[in-house]
């Protein structure tokens, strides 16, 4: 079972807001991503970190930023939401293995943010 | 070509019956293969993951893996209707690379 929270689960918010997407998980993980889905299509990696002060660009280009300042703690930020942002996003977290082989990701249970 | 590629589906099979989805992939240094399901309006949840060539079996769940024919597929066995949801394969595409591919996932009902 994995710990990883995000907050809040739902967002409605209007068009210009600055927002932050909370996300934290309690296992010690190194390695955080963050997804966006919309309804019905498939994940796409946005950000991701390999740990504290580690963060770089997913493969579909976003205009959110994220920060790693403490191990558990994965924060996205929107400067500026547009309804374009309207979409659900999944944070997810992964340790390490010996045998150098990627482990497995769990997922929170996201948020859905509707931008009006 | 897509990196990992899933028929959308829908897939609909009896209650009782094996539903057997599938999952190819292009690139032939992929390392580790997942297999999620997901709920609608729920984030994904892992039911499987495999490694090596071969079978491995998880309760009415089955991975198989096959890296000559770049295919793995998951296999569900007396298939509930609470199996009904949407499978996601992933992959991680290359050794070292500590991101997943995730194909676009199967949607599979299970008709009571």
């Known amino acids: 079972e994995a710990d990883i929270y995000q907050t809040p689960r739902y967002l409605v918010i209007g068009t210009g807001k600055k927002i932050t997407l909370e996300c934290s998980q309690t296992?010690?993980?190194?390695?955080m991503y963050w997804y966006q889905q919309d309804p019905g299509m498939e994940l796409h990696l946005i950000h991701y970190s390999y740990g504290v002060n580690s963060t770089e660009k997913g493969d579909l280009s976003s205009e959110s930023t994220v920060s790693r300042i403490r191990t558990e703690h994965f924060p996205l930020t929107l400067e500026s939401a547009r309804p374009s942002h309207t979409s659900q996003y999944l944070c997810a977290s992964s340790e390490y293995r010996a045998s150098g082989l990627l482990e497995t990701q769990y997922f929170g249970p996201g948020t859905r943010l509707l931008v009006l | 070509q897509k990196e990992v590629e899933q028929n959308s589906g829908p897939l609909s099979v009896p209650e009782g019956a094996i539903a057997s989805l599938n999952c190819t992939y292009s690139d032939r240094g992929s390392q580790s293969f997942f297999w999620y399901r997901q709920y609608s309006g729920k984030s994904p949840e892992l039911i499987m993951f495999?490694?090596?060539?071969g079978d491995k079996e998880d309760g009415r769940f089955t991975a198989q893996l096959n890296k000559a024919s770049q295919y793995v597929s998951l296999l569900i066995r007396d298939s509930q209707p609470s199996d009904s949801a949407t499978y996601l394969c992933a992959v991680n595409t290359s050794f070292g690379n500590e991101k997943l591919t995730f194909g676009t996932g199967t949607r599979l009902t299970i008709i009571p």
């Open positions: 296992m010690g993980h190194d390695k």
């Open positions: 495999i490694y090596s060539n």
